[in-house]
């Protein structure tokens, strides 16, 4: 994360509220001594301190406010419409929610004289309430048995993502002579509104864009652009001219042909592509790791052996996340101990994964994952 790399800021110094009481106690109590020459009788309940009390927490509401507008300026601490904003002055904005697509098959049992008509805005579900419309007029000609057409899902976002082919089968609207329906590729490309780490991250790495892709953070940052799902980017010359480029989608997954196909063409502008480089868009190698550990929780813990549990199942997801998130990162069972030693356990015994070092361009994946509870033992 980029925020990382910077110290954070404060227009108000960190003063607390109890900070801001004690100094205007303070100059009352001068000035009260100053006119008078004497100590300023300030009892808990005096009046007097009571109604510097009820100022401090009006003062320091709008010290808070002040704080706050003063950091949405800066881009690690703006969020909503001041990021927005932020975004602007370099020409970016928010990406919007879009909707997935495929591609829809729909046959008949046997060929007609006649063509059949596929109206375009046909729609198709899965029985889940998840529902698909042709995006143009797409007809089975005379003598044919099927034809193919691009459909678009009706509720923009991530939520038609994944639908694996052949679970697009029940036809909604009534056209004769209509036997099967079904999508030919899993549905992809829905994507939910940019959050605010997404766009922090575009507005950030966007002076990278002023050149063409020729430096490797330009090749990144026009990758990641692509699609807000892309999380991690490789790029690599073995070969002076030539450019191989991997990626990963969001939680490690692997990018499915459309999306590599999409990331080629943005790649290929001429805007973007030095006219000498050839560039090779593919998704990286796998090497999927099992884990198979058994853990033991310490006498003087038992009473906790519940929730001890629950947080090593917690530890467990939390690594094979870290694992999987960046291309060419080694299978390292060091990290699992860790974890699951954090969640409170006595020992861990791990008989799989075992360290392996992986190759630039291979991405782990999780496997079957076993994990025991060896029980209690003697401190």
Not at 33 to 49: M, V
Not at 94 to 117: D, H, L, W
Not at 230 to 251: A, K
């Amino acid at each position: 994360m980029f925020a990382d790399n910077f110290p954070s800021i404060s227009f108000i110094d960190n003063a607390t509220v109890d900070e801001v009481l004690e100094e205007m106690l303070n100059d009352y109590r001068e000035r009260y001594k100053e006119i008078t020459g004497r100590e300023a009788p300030l009892a808990p309940a005096d009046p007097y301190r009571l109604i510097m009390y009820a100022c401090t927490m009006q003062i320091y509401q709008a010290m808070q406010y002040a704080d706050y507008a003063g950091k949405m300026g800066f881009l690690t601490y703006a969020r909503g419409d001041f990021l927005d904003n932020l975004a602007a002055l370099r020409g970016l904005s928010r990406n919007q929610k879009t909707a997935a697509v495929t591609v829809m098959k729909f046959a008949i049992s046997s060929p007609i004289e006649s063509a059949v008509s596929i109206p375009a805005g046909c729609r198709v579900t899965n029985g889940n309430h998840v529902f698909f419309a042709t995006d143009e007029y797409a007809e089975i000609r005379a003598g044919e048995t099927s034809v193919s057409v691009s459909a678009t899902c009706t509720e923009p976002g991530a939520t038609g993502n994944g639908i694996s082919v052949g679970k697009l089968n029940v036809l909604v609207n009534t056209l004769p002579y209509i036997t099967e329906v079904s999508n030919l590729a899993a549905t992809y490309g829905g994507e939910d509104r940019e959050d605010d780490e997404s766009l922090k991250e575009r507005i950030y790495n966007y002076p990278k864009s002023y050149s063409t892709a020729g430096p490797t953070g330009a090749y990144e940052y026009h990758t990641k652009t692509t699609s807000s799902e892309i999380t991690d980017v490789l790029v690599r010359s073995e070969v002076p001219g030539e450019v191989d480029v991997y990626f990963i989608c969001e939680g490690g997954r692997i990018p499915e042909d459309a999306l590599v196909q999409k990331v080629k063409e943005r790649l290929d502008d001429r805007s973007i592509r030095p006219l000498t480089d050839k560039v090779t868009v593919r998704a990286p190698e796998v090497r999927e790791y099992d884990i198979r550990m058994t853990y033991y929780i310490s006498a003087s813990n038992k009473v906790a052996a519940a929730a001890i549990q629950a947080d090593v199942g917690t530890a467990v997801s939390i690594y094979n996340m870290w694992q999987t998130e960046k291309i060419g990162r080694d299978i390292n069972p060091s990290y699992l101990i860790h974890k699951v030693m954090e969640a409170g356990v006595k020992r861990v015994v791990v008989e799989s994964p075992v360290f392996t070092v992986l190759n630039e361009s291979t991405v782990a994946r999780t496997g079957a994952v076993t994990v025991k509870y060896g029980g209690v033992e003697d401190d």
